[in-house]
């Protein structure tokens, strides 16, 4: 589940996509896990944005957590770009494992965040991870509705 509303930044940090371009970025707090494990397991199990709460003194989210610029690609690819310092170590080796992320079963995005009000749910699979600067990328393949 998606909590929250859409940014639009004309400025995006270094190493972010599209740093001129104007395009709507959503900051968010994502809980590692499987929905349908109780956020067990991999994947994602929730977005929560904007993100409205304070880092703590360590400068983390916990270890099952991690600060996300979120992005729509094209109208079957979603990307996630995970905030390294947000995360800790034992985080990126447990969801980020040999430069993939594996998605053990779908997550569904709340109709009422995106512009078409239609269902968005990244499907599951091992999806390659894209390493930058202060970000880990993450192309999701997503479906709109019901499973193709």
């Given at each position: 589940?998606?909590?929250?509303?859409?940014?639009?930044?004309?400025?995006?940090?270094n190493?972010?996509?599209?740093r001129q371009?104007?395009?709507?970025?959503?900051?968010?707090?994502v809980?590692?896990?499987?929905?349908?494990?109780?956020?067990?397991?991999?994947?994602?199990?929730?977005?929560?944005?904007?993100?409205?709460?304070?880092?703590s003194?360590?400068?983390?989210?916990?270890?099952?957590?991690?600060?996300?610029?979120?992005?729509?690609?094209?109208?079957?690819?979603?990307?996630?770009?995970?905030?390294?310092?947000?995360?800790?170590?034992?985080?990126?080796?447990?969801y980020?494992?040999?430069?993939?992320?594996?998605?053990?079963?779908?997550?569904?995005?709340?109709?009422?965040?995106?512009?078409?009000?239609?269902?968005?749910r990244?499907?599951?699979?091992?999806?390659?991870?894209?390493?930058?600067?202060?970000?880990?990328?993450?192309?999701?393949?997503?479906?709109?509705?019901?499973?193709?």
């Amino acid at each position: 589940m998606i909590q929250g509303f859409p940014r639009k930044r004309s400025e995006q940090p270094n190493g972010a996509p599209q740093r001129q371009a104007v395009q709507e970025v959503l900051v968010a707090d994502v809980l590692f896990g499987s929905p349908n494990k109780n956020c067990a397991g991999a994947g994602i199990c929730r977005v929560t944005a904007p993100v409205a709460q304070e880092m703590s003194t360590e400068g983390r989210w916990g270890c099952h957590r991690a600060v996300a610029l979120v992005r729509v690609l094209s109208p079957t690819a979603i990307a996630f770009h995970f905030v390294i310092q947000s995360m800790c170590r034992k985080a990126v080796r447990q969801y980020f494992t040999a430069d993939h992320f594996l998605v053990e079963s779908p997550f569904e995005f709340q109709p009422d965040y995106w512009a078409q009000g239609s269902c968005v749910r990244i499907k599951p699979g091992l999806y390659p991870v894209v390493r930058s600067g202060d970000y880990l990328m993450v192309a999701f393949q997503y479906g709109n509705g019901i499973w193709e």
